[in-house]
């Protein structure tokens, strides 16, 4: 179906078809009897089914299509004057086709034809020149109309692409933000959940903390997930050290934590990007490390934020894992980079996560 704005727009070759009106110029000329005004309206009417057939698959068919619009402008000619417009219309069905070889020689069949049937058949020999005047107006205009619509769609293409390419990095977004907050927070649940279990017969006082601590911690997700979906993730460095300190404690773990009072000149990406470090890198610990003790540092390097959590555990972290991969993605984002390494005594594991500092080098 043909839209109202396809139909109107210059370059689409639907409103062309006006300039059909040019043919009954002709009959003031030479008016016709009933019968030759029929035959003409009738091919007018197959014409013009042509016409939009070519035009609609613009491929092979516009040859046959333009030679039959010149076959009936020839026949037509020596009776009407108008007859030139179907030749015409052949030439500008030819110019919505890259131009080549056979196209050239198409047109210049066209053009060639046209006139010579104008010099012997039309009332004055001006109607020659206004006719190749015309045929070229009309191949020109033709190619320049197809090459904008041509244009057009390679941006609405390159357009599309651009916004898939944007929905798709926005789905990998919630994807690691998913990942990071989740992960860390069903690992916790799941580590106070035991530790419930063994206390219930014990401690029941403690148990029931430990029940508490889940639901807590279990709102807390549910908050942090709304704000991964949307984009708003706003939990600070300073708060996940502290959160993570506490929670490898929970878990038996020696934590120390410094240098968490100087993440608060940080700017709130930078901020939430290591707030997300810290998470990955304690989800790991709790989950394969099998660590003893833990080390949170947040430090100023020259002119790099860096932040260093090094574990005593089994060690054997992968960089190419789905998690660190994806904190590596995040980390270059905002300039910064990602190395995961054995610990400083030759066991555990070495994380460091680094960004530019704010306002450049620290003296």
């Known amino acids: 179906m043909i839209s109202l704005r396809e139909l ?3 370059n689409r070759p639907w409103i062309h078809l006006l300039y059909l009106g040019m043919f009954f110029f002709g009959w003031f000329y030479a008016p016709p009897g009933p019968v030759e005004a029929a035959v003409s309206l009738v091919a007018m009417a197959g014409f013009i089914a042509v016409y939009i057939l070519a035009m609609r698959r613009l491929d092979w068919t516009i040859y046959p299509a333009a030679l039959a619009a010149a076959g009936l402008g020839l026949a037509l000619l020596p009776h009407s004057p108008g007859g030139g417009v179907y030749l015409v219309f052949a030439a500008a069905m030819l110019g919505r086709l890259p131009f080549s070889l056979p196209v050239w020689l198409a047109l210049a069949a066209v053009t060639g034809s046209g006139v010579v049937a104008m010099v012997m058949f039309a009332p004055t020999p001006l109607m020659a020149l206004g006719f190749a005047g015309l045929t070229a107006m009309a191949a020109g205009g033709s190619a320049i109309a197809a090459r904008n619509e041509r244009q057009a769609e390679q941006a609405d293409r390159t357009q599309a692409r651009a916004a898939h390419a944007a929905a798709e990095a926005e789905r990998q977004r919630i994807a690691r933000d998913l990942h990071d907050l989740l992960g860390h927070t069903l690992s916790v ?9 063994r206390l219930l017969e014990q401690d029941r006082d403690r148990a029931r903390a430990e029940l508490q601590a889940i639901q807590v911690i279990s709102r807390d997700a549910l908050a942090e997930v709304r704000e991964a979906v949307i984009g708003l993730r706003g939990r600070s460095l300073a708060d996940a050290l502290a959160d993570a300190v506490q929670r490898l404690r929970d878990a038996g773990v020696t934590a120390r934590m410094t240098g968490a009072d100087e993440a608060a000149a940080l700017s709130p990406d930078a901020s939430t990007a290591l707030a997300m470090a810290v998470r990955e890198a304690v989800t790991n610990i ?4 099998e660590a003893r003790s833990v080390s949170l540092a947040f430090r100023r390097d020259g002119a790099s934020a860096c932040l260093d959590i090094v574990d005593d555990g089994v060690g054997g972290a992968d960089p190419a894992g789905g998690g ?4 590596d993605a995040r980390l270059a984002a905002l300039d910064g980079t990602l190395r995961v390494g054995t610990g400083p005594f030759g066991s555990g594991t070495c994380l460091t996560a680094s960004l530019p500092w704010p306002g450049g080098r620290h003296d």
Do not use: F, M, N
């Not at 649940?189 to 279990?197: G, P, Q, S």
């Not at 709790?286 to 490390?289: D, G, S």
């Open 8 to 10: 109107t727009s210059p």
């Open 189 to 197: 649940v799941t580590l106070k959940a035991e530790i419930a279990e």
């Open 286 to 289: 709790l989950r394969h490390a």
């Open 324 to 327: 660190l991969s994806g904190l």
